[in-house]
């Protein structure tokens, strides 16, 4: 096997993990996916866990270009937290975090209907025993 062929797989390898690792953080925006890998266990796997720390580098300047659903970084950094991970399980936070996200695409190129979204969605956000974690804005500012 010559350099130029052992190159070629290498590329074609890091290009195949770059993509598969694409495709999952971005998956991440959905947070039906979320309330899924929560309802499974899936999300306090510790091996698991670990590979959401990992998957922090795509928040850096040269990853980031390529996400398409801002909403993912977000829920990646927020998945950094261990309540987090266990509150998206419940029905109600599953459905409290797909409407500020509705509200969020629903009002980001007209700031005047932030007032009528924060109003609807403020009287359901669900109760817990440490509110800070979720009252943490949904987007980044991107």
Do not use: C
């Amino acid at each position: 096997m010559s350099q130029t062929e052992s190159n070629s797989d290498l590329r074609t390898t890091n290009r195949a993990r770059f993509e598969l690792e694409l495709e999952f953080v971005q998956s991440l925006a959905n947070p039906f996916y979320l309330h899924s890998l929560a309802q499974q266990g899936i999300l306090n796997q510790p091996a698991f866990v670990n590979f959401l720390k990992y998957l922090m580098y795509w928040k850096e300047k040269d990853y980031a270009r390529f996400i398409l659903y801002p909403h993912a970084l977000h829920h990646l950094e927020l998945l950094q937290q261990a309540q987090f991970r266990t509150e998206i399980g419940k029905d109600e936070w599953r459905e409290y975090l797909n409407q500020k996200q509705f509200d969020h695409w629903r009002t980001w190129r007209y700031p005047s209907r932030i007032q009528t979204a924060g109003a609807t969605t403020s009287e359901s956000q669900p109760q817990s025993a440490v509110s800070e974690t979720h009252n943490m804005p949904l987007t980044n500012g991107t």
